[in-house]
């Protein structure tokens, strides 16, 4: 047989798909989608969002994650990112304009106000920030606002924002509402449920699960809202890999269990850590002498594993050396998988509301599917 004829028979030859019945999602990857004839590629352009017309916009794999998060959340459409952050700034350049305002939480996940400070600035949107638990001082800027962020609970030191009342706020003078879930995910909490129009996941967290990989979704309760999130995806070029979304897939289908498991564990840690005579205080929700606990109640179906604690003061080194007596927990950020991670963290420059964060030695904690004794003992070392 010719080269060239061995081309064609590669090209042509695939085996049958019949009588495979698989419960997997099959993973399907391409970047070109073939047409049946003249007419149906000329006007590929009459395509909706939710058809295919190339594999950047969409594939089977990654339009069955949408529709499994779109569900969750109970919205009408999700869209894609290649990280939780990425998800976050396209949903922001998304519905914001030059000469927009923005409010983030002063406790918003820390890269985005870089994002906030270099990218959105550079487009001529300004962003002002916000104490996540006083009301006042985001009411101020009511008239001038095309959005509020809220992070609930937010980074590092986990207040709970009271999302109904901000999204009546919002109503009332036509500002648009867009919460980061990624503590919760949706299956502890439906902020498009509680009043937001965009909700974000860090999918790369909780819902894949598994420290392996990097994705982010935006759910919108609007079809308006999901027209502007797919022109600018179309503009920016965004797209996300179809073998990403099959390792979220996969983890979704257990989420439920391992969440279960992961808040059940970070409680009995959190109680315990909280009764230390070496912490000043234990930052996690679901604990009835954290200040915003009422207002997680209401809102919140359950708690996760994520959660931080401050240390009584002492020497910098005596701090440091704590890490290294660690034998269950390892050291590093991230965090919604299945070991259990601890990292030193500082709020402090970052918190201006309400006299500022005092404290300097934080701990943050993400709990995994160890066995709650194991931990207890390492974490035991390294507080003693
Ligand atoms: C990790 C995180 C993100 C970003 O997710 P990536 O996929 O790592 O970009 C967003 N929000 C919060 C609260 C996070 O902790």
Known sequence: MAIQDQTAVAATTTASIEGFDSLSVPTFRGSTILYPDYQSFVSRGDRGFNEYSYGL???????????KLTGLEGGVDTLLAPSGLMAITTAMLAVLEAGDVVALPETVYAPVRRFAATTLRKFGIESVFYDPVDLATLEVYLDRLRLIWVESPGSITMEVQDIPAICVLAARHDILVGCDNSWASPLLSKPLELGADIVVEALTKYLS?????????????????????????????LGVSPDDCFLVLRGVEA?????????????????????????????????????????????????????????RGEPEAAFAARFSRLNVCRIGASWGGVQTLLAPVDPAPERTFAGGFKSKHVVRMSIGLEAADDLLADVNRFLA
Do not use: Y
């Open 255 to 311: 989420a439920a269990v391992r969440l279960t498991h992961i808040g059940a564990t970070a409680l009995i840690l959190a109680q315990a850590i909280e009764r230390h005579p070496s912490v000043e205080h234990v930052l996690h929700p679901a604990l009835p002498a954290f200040p915003t606990h009422t207002l997680w109640k209401r809102q919140f179906s359950g708690s996760s594993g994520l959660f931080s604690f401050v240390m």
């Open 209 to 237: 699960g598994h420290s392996d990989v990097l994705l982010g979704s935006i759910t919108v309760r609007s079809n308006e809202l999901a027209q502007k999130l797919h022109q600018s995806a179309r503009s920016l070029g």
């Open 57 to 67: 916009h969409g594939t089977p794999t990654t339009n069955t994650l949408r529709q």
